[in-house]
């Protein structure tokens, strides 16, 4: 047996500034995980609230690899995939708890199911209700229903929200085209074949990148309720909500750029444009009637809006350059 194919599965999972957030992911991965040899690699994106000194200190067989600034998402995750020695690798978010041994259920799972490159498992959200984190390839139709509202103005409907496949109850194995990139078990020869994550995605839009070549070179991405986790949601991106926007948006142009040719990436962008505009009016009532201590803030979401739909005005490539030290105002 190869060296690196010793142990059952690497867990990689990238820290930016989630302190105690990841505190809890680490304690629920060694108090829930049974029957399997792995090891947990944590890819620090240059925090700056003594995340790496928790690690050192509560959890020392974790394995540091420590940047000096965010090199983004996706950079991170290779970085950690290349020193991985196990036969999976689960790219695992830091704002998730693990239950009920899950990630032996999913090895186990991939294991009987040879076929998946990728595997997801059910995702809650902290009341245990079911989180959206399989969807349908991005696509123009879901990005003008995106753009338009139309996927709120008729909530769960098969087809106005059709990306979240609503009909769906998450109850059943099932073959996705995509899923979140807060847990993604993957099959180690599916990424020696595939590659890895693409680093122009600096945030979001990684992981359809990443599922639409797996399924393009052969493999399926499936889903198992059997296992479960809990996912808090965008910790991280939190303390930077504006980029968080553009960077959003930026990543669905990036994916149809790269993917799509240039007729429907043209297409993508005035849909973009619109999905800014239609909102700058919404902002723009909300901070005039905002108290005098939101108004900032509003006017910052407002201008980011604005900002977001001209980029995607004039080609996109703006929004997905994006990076988290840049600043609207």
């Not at 979001?204 to 990443?210: K, S």
Request: charged share 25%; aromatic share 12%; net charge positive.
């Amino acid at each position: 047996m190869k060296e690196h194919l010793k142990l059952d599965l690497s867990i990689v999972i990238v820290n930016w500034n989630t302190r105690d957030i990841l505190r809890g992911c680490l304690k629920s991965i060694y108090e829930q995980t049974n029957n399997i040899e792995f090891e947990v690699i944590v890819v620090d994106n240059g925090s700056t609230d003594k995340s790496i000194e928790m690690i050192k200190t509560d959890f020392p067989k974790v394995i540091i690899i420590k940047n000096s600034g965010n090199l983004g998402f996706a950079a991170a995750n290779n970085q950690g995939i290349k020193i991985a020695k196990g036969r999976y690798v689960l790219l695992l978010n830091s704002d998730t708890v693990v239950l009920d041994n899950a990630l032996a259920k999913t090895v186990l799972f991939a294991d009987e199911h040879l076929e998946a490159g990728i595997v997801t498992c059910a995702v809650l959200n902290a009341n245990k209700t079911p989180q959206d984190t399989c969807f349908i390839s991005p696509s123009i139709l879901n990005m003008f229903l995106s753009s338009t509202y139309l996927y709120k103005l008729f909530p769960g409907s098969k087809y106005f929200d059709r990306e979240r496949m609503p009909e769906w109850a998450k109850n059943d194995v099932k073959e996705v085209d995509m899923v979140a990139g807060c847990f993604m078990l993957v099959r180690r020869e599916a990424i020696e074949q595939v590659d890895m994550m693409d680093e122009q995605f600096f945030m979001y839009g990684e992981d359809a990148d990443w599922c639409y070549r797996f399924r393009k070179a052969g493999y399926k991405i499936l889903f198992t309720p059997d296992a479960k986790i809990i996912h808090l949601e965008g910790e991280s991106s939190k303390k930077a909500v504006t980029e968080m926007i553009l960077l959003r948006r930026g990543s669905k142009l990036l994916f149809f750029k790269k993917h799509k040719g240039w007729f429907v990436y043209i297409l993508a962008c005035l849909f973009i444009t619109l999905f800014f505009f239609l909102r700058v009016p919404y902002w723009a009532m909300k901070t005039l009637f905002s108290k005098k201590n939101e108004r900032r803030k509003h006017i910052k979401v407002m201008c980011t809006y604005i900002i977001g739909g001209f980029y995607a005005l004039i080609g996109g490539s703006r929004l997905y350059q994006v990076n988290t030290k840049w600043k609207l105002i």
